[in-house]
C-alpha cells in the first residue's frame, strides 16, 4: 500500500469535510454569500487539482480499519462552543489537509501537483482569515424602535425630542444630519450621547469618520456611501454597520459585505424621501423570508397605526422620523409604536403556537421581566421606561 497516497486520500476527506462545514455555516448561520462561495469554489478548485490522481487509486490506499489513529482523541474533540466556533476548526482543519496533501504530492515527485495544492493552501489562508474575522463578530440586536433625528425636522429643541423619545421605548438613535460639517457633526453626536448616555444605542447616518471620531456604536450607510467591506475593513468586527437596501439583491450585497442591520425600504411614502417609491410590505415580506436571522428595521413613512401591518408581515423592528420628531409628546408616539409592535408580535405568537420569550419584541427589550413598551403602556405616569 502507498503510504503517501493514503494521506492525501485521508486528507482530502479533511479538507473537502472542512470546506462543506465553512460553506454550510456561512450559508445557513451567518447569512453570508462571499465565504460560503469562496469554500465551494475552493472546494471544487480542490477536486479539479486532485483528480490527476486515479480515483481508484486513491480508494485502493484507503485503510480504515488499519488505521491507529482513529482511536486517538484530542482535548475537547467533542465540544464546540458554537457553530462560530465549529467554523474557525474547519478553517483549521483545511489549511493543515492541504499542507499535507502538498508534502505527499512531493514525495511522489509530482511537483505540478504540489504546486496546484499550494495555491489552493495559499487561497484557505485567506478564507480562514475571513471567517475568524466573520466569527468575532457578536451577533446582532435586534432592535425595536430607531429614531432618525434630524433637528430641523424637531418641533421642540431636539434634545427634549431625543430624551423623550428614549424614554418612551426608543432603543436605536441615529444621527441624520446632512448639511453639517465634519467638526460640527462630530460635536452633535457628543452632545447626543450626552443626552442619551447609555439608555440607547448610538450611530451615525453616512458618516464613518465622524462615527468613529465621536465614538458611537456604529454607522449607517448608503447605497451611495463608502462601501460596506471598506468601512467594516476600517472599523473593526465590533462595529455596528447598518445598511440601506431597497430590493433583495441589495439586500445580499449588505449581507455579504457584512452588515449587521438592514434598513428595508421604503414601506410608504416618505417626507423624508420623497423621490423614493415604496416597495411595500411585500419587499418587507421577501427580505424576511431570504433573511429570517438577519436584524432588520422597516423604514419609511412609518407611523402609529401602521406598524400592526408591518408586525403581521414579521418585521420586528421599525425606524422612525418624521412621527416622533415633529411631535409634541415623542415619547407618546414613540411608546404607542412599541406597544403596537409588541402587541401584534405577541398575537402572532400566540397564533402559532410559539413563544419568542421576550415579551414580542424580537429580542430588543432589555428588562429581564418582560416587554418595556408594555410596561410604559401600562404605567407611563410613574416615570420613564428604558427601551
Given amino acids: 500500500m502507498n503510504a503517501a497516497l493514503r494521506m492525501i486520500d485521508a486528507n482530502m476527506n479533511r479538507a473537502r469535510e472542512a470546506l462543506r462545514t465553512l460553506e454550510d455555516v456561512a450559508r445557513f448561520s451567518w447569512n453570508d454569500r462571499g465565504i460560503a462561495e469562496e469554500a465551494k469554489s475552493l472546494r471544487h478548485a480542490l477536486q479539479s487539482a486532485i483528480s490527476v490522481i486515479p480515483a481508484a487509486d486513491l480508494a485502493a490506499a484507503r485503510d480504515v480499519a488499519g488505521d491507529v489513529g482513529t482511536s486517538v482523541e484530542g482535548a475537547n474533540e467533542y465540544t464546540r462552543a458554537d457553530l462560530s466556533a465549529v467554523a474557525q476548526a474547519a478553517g483549521g482543519r483545511l489549511s493543515e489537509a492541504l499542507r499535507v496533501i502538498e508534502e505527499a504530492a512531493k514525495s511522489l515527485g509530482d511537483a505540478p501537483l504540489a504546486r496546484s495544492i499550494e495555491a489552493v493552501r495559499y487561497r484557505s489562508y485567506v478564507l480562514a482569515a475571513e471567517v475568524t474575522l466573520r466569527a468575532a463578530r457578536p451577533r446582532p440586536r435586534q432592535f425595536a424602535l430607531c429614531l432618525l433625528l434630524t433637528r430641523a425636522l424637531c418641533r421642540r429643541d431636539w434634545r427634549d425630542v431625543a430624551r423623550a423619545a428614549v424614554e418612551g421605548g426608543v ?177 402572532s405568537a400566540s397564533a402559532t403556537g410559539t413563544s419568542s420569550g421576550d415579551g414580542g419584541c424580537g429580542g430588543a427589550c432589555r428588562n429581564s421581566g418582560g416587554c418595556a413598551a408594555r410596561a410604559a403602556a401600562q404605567g407611563s405616569s410613574r416615570g420613564s421606561t428604558r427601551a
Avoid: W
Fill in 171 to 347: 432603543d436605536l438613535v441615529q444621527v441624520r444630519e446632512k448639511v453639517l460639517d465634519a467638526g460640527e457633526l462630530v460635536a452633535h453626536v457628543r452632545a447626543v450621547r450626552d443626552v442619551i448616555g447609555t439608555r440607547a444605542t448610538l450611530v451615525v447616518n453616512d458618516r464613518l469618520d465622524v462615527a468613529l471620531a465621536a465614538d458611537a456604536d456604529g454607522v449607517h450607510l448608503g447605497t451611495t456611501d463608502l462601501p460596506l467591506a471598506h468601512a467594516r475593513k476600517i472599523a473593526g468586527s465590533r462595529f455596528l454597520i447598518g445598511a440601506s437596501t431597497h430590493s433583495l439583491d441589495e439586500a445580499h450585497a449588505a449581507v455579504a459585505a457584512g452588515a449587521d442591520l438592514c434598513g428595508v425600504g421604503a414601506m410608504y411614502a416618505s417626507e423624508l424621501k420623497p423621490d423614493l417609491a415604496p416597495s411595500g410590505e411585500a419587499y418587507l415580506r421577501a427580505f424576511l423570508a431570504e433573511f429570517p436571522r438577519v436584524s432588520h428595521l422597516a423604514i419609511g413613512g412609518i407611523t402609529p397605526g401602521r406598524v400592526a401591518a408591518l408586525a403581521r408581515a414579521g418585521c420586528r423592528g421599525v425606524a422612525v422620523s418624521s412621527a416622533i420628531c415633529s411631535a409634541d409628546a415623542p415619547d407618546e408616539i414613540a411608546r404607542a409604536i412599541r406597544v403596537e409592535l409588541c402587541q401584534e408580535n405577541d398575537r
